[in-house]
């Protein structure tokens, strides 16, 4: 019985690895992203430099920026590329202090090449460290940047506004959903009065900063780049739902509670059963629905509530320049200004507003079990609208 079951999980592995290439060869996204979701993810670095590709829909824009032209926080990434650790892995070899040299180089250039072609977007700490993870994967420079940049306009964009106070809201809502699905932790926390800042570095760097086994943080960026911009919140709560028990057994102490928080992506043996709950809370509480149950509503233009409108609409083989899809001019979608919004910024509201609503109508249809043609004609109605007011916005951008 024992040798047998040796013997059927190196199959189930080779199977899962067949799986993996032909969602590959075949452009299979919707394979893909559901083997990115679950189980060990992605395996192994060779399968994911042929899949974050895909993933992350490489060379769908058409943006180069002015090379040349320094940004004003360049300074601050200069400081913190030398701190870069690598993670743990015999995959990575540290090398002597010329091959340190060049790595930090090329880890500048990434970084670098994101912030000169959207000046726009405000650096944070934090973010060399995505840029990290990205340059070990891929191996080069290039590839490495083109993941960043896609990284940085569809995932992390809020956060790289002229303050956090975007993540912070997102943080906010973390505690909506340890209220649903950790009650006991939420009524502790809430005791105690501790904010959700132990979770601010989980959510800027994928957990990049926090999880030092680089297997275990690529099975987690295989996750979030499958997955909405939201569910980097989801896994935070799924991992405090994880050690539920550990918290709730800790002196109710504001200081060594807030310390046991910061400590727990370390203490995780196994992301698989914490993302695969992550996955489970947002299907039972979209990031829409979360907001509302918050009563904490996220900007309009923020990253969350535009990916679904503007994701579906990158084609490698159309690519497009990112203001035809979120409206930018010189300044952050989410900068604070007084001034009236822009027929763009109307648009992609409504753009927006009607996408949420095909959403709300399929859900409908699957809740009371309408029949499949009056779901589908309902949902495709929205949709065709908002995608002829997409195509405007791009007109006239």
């Not at 180089?105 to 840029?131: C, D, N």
């Not at 550990?246 to 200081?255: G, M, R, S, T």
Request: with cysteine; net charge positive; glycine share 4%.
């Amino acid at each position: 019985m024992e040798s047998g079951l040796r013997s059927r999980r190196p199959q189930a592995a080779a199977g899962r690895t067949a799986r993996i290439s032909q969602a590959i060869a075949g452009r299979d996204l919707t394979a893909l992203k559901q083997l990115a979701r679950t189980g060990g993810g992605l395996e192994t670095t060779r399968q994911r430099r042929r899949a974050w590709p895909l993933l992350l829909n490489f060379r769908a824009l058409t943006d180069s920026g002015d090379r040349t032209r320094a940004h004003g926080e360049e300074a601050q990434l200069a400081l913190d590329v030398p701190r870069a650790r690598l993670p743990d892995s015999p995959e990575l070899r540290r090398g002597d202090a010329d091959a340190q040299a060049r790595r930090e180089q090329q880890l500048t250039r990434v970084v670098r090449a994101v912030l000169r072609a959207y000046p726009w977007l405000s650096y944070y700490q934090g973010f060399h460290e995505l840029a990290l993870v990205l340059l070990c994967v891929f191996g080069s420079a290039r590839p490495a940047a083109e993941g960043l940049r896609m990284v940085a306009l569809f995932f992390v964009r809020d956060a790289m506004a002229s303050s956090l106070d975007h993540v912070m809201q997102q943080l906010r809502l973390l505690y909506v959903l340890l209220g649903r699905c950790a009650p006991r932790v939420h009524a502790r926390l809430a005791a105690l009065d501790v904010p959700p800042f132990f979770a601010i570095s989980w959510v800027l760097t994928w957990f990049a900063h926090d999880v030092h086994a680089f297997a275990d943080v690529c099975r987690i960026f295989d996750f979030l780049i499958a997955t909405p911009p939201l569910q980097v919140v989801y896994v935070a709560a799924a991992l405090v739902c994880h050690f539920e028990a550990d918290i709730l057994a800790l002196e109710p102490d504001f200081a060594a509670v807030h310390s046991a928080l910061t400590q727990l992506p370390a203490r995780v043996a196994d992301w698989t059963p914490v993302l695969e709950h992550a996955w489970r809370l947002s299907e039972d509480c979209s990031p829409t629905k979360l907001q509302h149950l918050g009563a904490c509503h996220l900007p309009r233009l923020s990253a969350v509530n535009t990916f679904d409108a503007t994701w579906m609409r990158l084609d490698p083989a159309r690519p497009l320049r990112f203001n035809a899809l979120v409206p930018v001019c010189d300044r952050h979608p989410l900068a604070d200004t007084a001034e009236a919004s822009s027929a763009a910024d109307s648009h992609m509201a409504r753009v927006i507003d009607l996408t949420s609503t095909a959403q709300k109508a399929r859900a409908l249809a699957a809740h009371y079990r309408w029949p499949l043609v009056v779901a589908t004609v309902a949902s495709a109605t929205v949709l065709v609208y908002a995608w002829l007011l997409m195509l405007q916005l791009q007109l006239t951008s």
